[in-house]
């Protein structure tokens, strides 16, 4: 993908560029806003590339134990739990792919608050014919370890670092509060942009994705889009019978 210009909002002066933004402690918590969390919903457990629902246990990336999920969550709302902070996403592709196919809804929950937010999930063919839909704004967060990058359809909003992300970590963690801020700022810039895609990096933690998602509300049930779309990776087929 090439580099895209910079995305210019009015805005107050920014700090010297810097690889970390400061400490933890000087930036401000952010409360965990989101929606409730939602009744009458399968709960799945995730733990790295295993899956649970109530007593069964399925590993999304055998054939066979897909289609058993897909049974299960067949016209259901699903509500997704990580049980381990070391879930990454990667681990969790085929299972969101089962999920987008079969599920009626799908919400992630919140790890550090009783909340959840409802997705639309997209894999990359997916995020691609979302990027090529002629419409204005086309707001997304690309959650990188070092911080937030937030691009639009014009460009790609700077950070005190013009080659870094537009919200860097702080005291290595997401700044949370400035990503809610800088998400509000270009909702009023861009009114009509009703949906907003995160595409984290396929290592991103799941529990950092839930995190990440919180930035997009400004107060409990509040959010800034109409519409969430999390990008997965595009699950790589199962080998054939008797391949190394």
Known sequence: MSPETPLRVEAEARPPAARDAGTWADANIAPAYGEPLPDDVLRLELSGDRVRLGTETFLSARPQDAG???????????????????????????????????????????????VAYRLVLRDEQGFRAWLEEVAPGKLRIIQRADGFELSTSVGKLPGPDRNGPSVPVRGGRQDIATLRRELARLKGRFTTSDDLCLVPSFGTEMV?????????????????????????????????????
């Open 68 to 114: 058993r999920l897909a049974e299960r969550v067949r016209g259901r709302d699903v509500l997704m739990a990580v049980e381990d902070a070391d879930t990454f996403l990667a681990q969790v592709s085929d299972t969101l792919a089962v999920l987008r196919a079969q599920a009626a809804a799908v919400w992630l929950q919140h790890p550090d608050a009783p």
């Open 208 to 244: 950092q994705v839930a995190r990440a998602l919180g930035g997009t509300y400004v107060a409990p049930e509040e959010g800034l889009f109409d519409t969430l779309c999390l990008v997965y990776p595009t699950p790589r087929p199962a080998p054939d019978a008797g391949s190394r």
